[in-house]
């Protein structure tokens, strides 16, 4: 094929130059007339295929690796969309009142669920559109008798308009190099699984199915965004380099990730992890994290069944048990943009300013007072005091605190009386993260133990912008001197009234963000377990008393970008040709 340029979004960095291979035979159905007497018979096929589908997904599920269970729950998600009614009756009612062939009718009722899903809002439901892409391909290749690319070579870049959990499944895992593909989001499942194998993804390539052919030689550049096909041996040199460059950063970050975060003039400044998932906590301590700074309960209540307390007791031991520090366990913040199966049935207007964290749990006793329990047995589970620590979100108000001060007197009395093991009291910690809550930080420092500065939610409050609206998002600025000097205050009272603060918002892993707050004096970053290595990289290479003068300079300033020069300016000199490794590093991996 000719040689060709091509760019996409970068979802997972590092660089792979390999084969392509294309995933899913193009099957686009011809409109197949049938006689009335064949209907019984074409919806037969059907459904024989949906089946076949089913097995196939069912055994490509069997094969998800041991490090990857999450992703069985995607292929399960697939299994149970061949048989969604939405989709099997559509097919079937269409076959029979139009007489047409079944794989054109499914071909129809495939692309309507998919706008359905595209049309959405929010980018979870509407990332979602890939699965029904997924299975109705899936089923009308097993229509067509088109069989799937089955590969043997090693060094493969997959490329498809999107590529699932189960396509990877049928494939040997360790010949995967690289990713492309067509379509895909911020939480595509090609971004998510490529993340998760370690390798490079770049989403939305234009032009990727016209100009690729399959075992055309590729070059992926996951941390520039480029995407070169049949290139020339001068480009395959100098990306060959960039790739071991690269490779060698990430091994050296990896290797000294274990060594504490002192700055160059000796300030240790703590890393934890950001984490969802309990089985997350047993391997921290290999990326180097000191604890868990932040522990998101979410998942566990997202599901169609509501947990039990004995289920959340068993997570959040898990969690003491595995962290290698402290762990910071949040009490459920559903609401905004996370609705639990109750919360979707009554949908607020404005949801991010509506029932979400904290107000959600207080007007939720019953629920909250199971969590409280689980929490305060979990903490008992652990011989060392303090393990467990328990961080509130979206407080706005001292009452709330208050509120949850007596909530955890009323389950520790409970607890007690049917003579359950538990905890009488734990480390009580909120997240700053409303504008409110940063006018009264010095108030809210006497009802608690600890801050931890939200910065993912404090930007958007404090800017009053919508983060799912595109058209206000050069608003998320973390360099506003608003956003600014809120984290200068909160740091600052925090340490005047004796408390320790730390920050666990997406601020935290970025380089820009580490520098002013280490010049703030925070005492702990707590980032996603891929970002640690590098972060803690950076700090070792940086002199907390120089971040102390920019971050006073910044402070003064109301030119953003003459703020932004300047702390570039110092990441330049600290970290030159790295600079651009762990900035594609930290915002690759987040999207
Ligand atoms: C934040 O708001 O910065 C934060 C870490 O919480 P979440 O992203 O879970 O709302
Ligand atoms: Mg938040």
């Known amino acids: 094929m000719a040689r060709a340029h091509l760019f996409g979004t970068p979802v997972s960095p590092g660089i792979a130059i390999g084969t392509i291979r294309f995933l899913h035979v193009e099957a686009v159905p011809e409109m197949r007339r049938i006689l009335p007497s064949e209907v019984e018979a074409e919806k037969g096929r059907l459904l024989e295929a949906m089946e076949a589908v089913r097995e196939d997904l069912k055994t490509a599920m069997g094969k998800v690796p041991a490090d990857m269970q999450e992703y069985r729950e995607i292929i399960a998600a697939q299994v149970e969309m061949t048989r969604d009614p939405k989709l099997v009756n559509s097919t079937c009612q269409m076959v ?29 439901l509407k990332d979602r559109a890939q699965d029904v892409r997924v299975v109705g391909m899936r089923i009308l290749n097993r229509l067509s008798g088109a069989s799937r690319t089955h590969a043997s070579d090693t060094n493969l870049i997959l490329a498809a308009e999107d590529v699932s959990p189960a396509d990877i499944m ?26 998760g194998m370690h390798i490079p993804a770049l989403v939305c390539v234009t032009n990727l199915l016209v100009a690729a052919r399959d075992g055309d030689t590729v070059i992926i550049d996951g941390l520039g965004g480029n995407v070169l096909i049949s290139p020339s041996e001068e480009d395959t040199q100098d990306y060959s380099r960039r790739e071991k460059a690269y490779a060698a950063w990430q091994a050296s970050t990896r290797d000294t990730a274990r060594w504490p975060a002192d700055t160059r003039d000796a300030l240790r400044v703590g890393v934890l992890a950001n984490v969802e998932h309990a089985s997350e906590a047993a391997e921290l301590s290999g990326v180097g994290a000191d604890g868990i700074g932040l522990y998101r309960t979410e998942f566990a209540f997202l599901k169609e069944v509501m947990p039990s307390e004995e289920e959340l007791f068993e997570e959040y031991a898990t969690v003491v048990r595995d962290a290698p520090g402290h762990g910071a366990i949040r009490t459920l913040d559903v609401g905004g943009d996370k609705l639990t199966r109750a919360q979707e049935a009554v949908r607020e207007a404005n949801p991010a300013l509506g029932l979400r964290g904290i107000r959600f749990t207080l007007h939720n006793q019953d ?37 949850v001060k007596r909530l955890l007197q009323e389950v ?19 997240m700053v993260e409303t504008p409110a809550a940063v006018f009264i930080t010095d108030q809210l420092a006497r009802e608690c133990d600890f801050f931890s500065i939200g910065t993912n939610d404090l930007i958007h409050y404090l800017m009053a912008i919508d983060h799912n609206n595109m ?16 984290l200068k205050r909160i740091i600052d009272t925090g340490h005047r009234e004796g408390l320790s603060v730390s920050a666990c918002g997406e601020l935290s892993s970025d380089p820009f963000g580490v520098v002013l707050m280490l010049g703030m004096g925070i005492d702990a970053l707590s980032v996603s377990p891929p970002f640690l290595p590098g972060i803690k990289h950076l700090i070792r290479q940086l002199d907390a008393q120089a971040c102390t003068e920019l971050a006073s300079q910044v402070l003064l300033s109301s030119d953003i970008r003459a703020c932004k020069h300047l702390v570039n300016e110092m990441l330049q000199k600290v970290l030159g040709h790295e600079l651009a490794f762990l900035t594609s590093t930290v915002m690759g991996a987040r999207a």
């Not at 199971?370 to 303090?386: F, I, K, N």
């Open 96 to 124: 029979e009142q139009e007489h047409v062939g079944a794989a054109w009718a499914l071909s129809k009722v495939v692309s309507q669920l998919v706008e359905v899903f595209r049309s959405l809002d929010d980018p979870y």
């Open 471 to 486: 058209r206000v998002a050069y608003l998320a600025e973390a360099m506003h001197p608003a956003v600014i000097r809120s």
């Open 170 to 195: 049928d494939l040997d895992v360790r010949s995967i190099r690289g990713i492309v593909t067509r379509e895909g989001g911020i939480t595509s499942h090609t971004a998510i699984l490529a993340r």
């Open 367 to 403: 629920l909250f007072k199971s969590q409280l329990r689980a929490l305060l047995r979990a903490a008992a589970s652990s011989p060392e005091q303090g393990r467990l620590r328990i961080l509130l979100p979206m407080i706005s108000m001292v009452e709330e605190v208050r509120a």
């Open 412 to 430: 520790d009395q409970e607890l007690s009386m049917r003579g359950i093991a538990h905890a009488a009291s734990v480390p009580l910690g909120i």
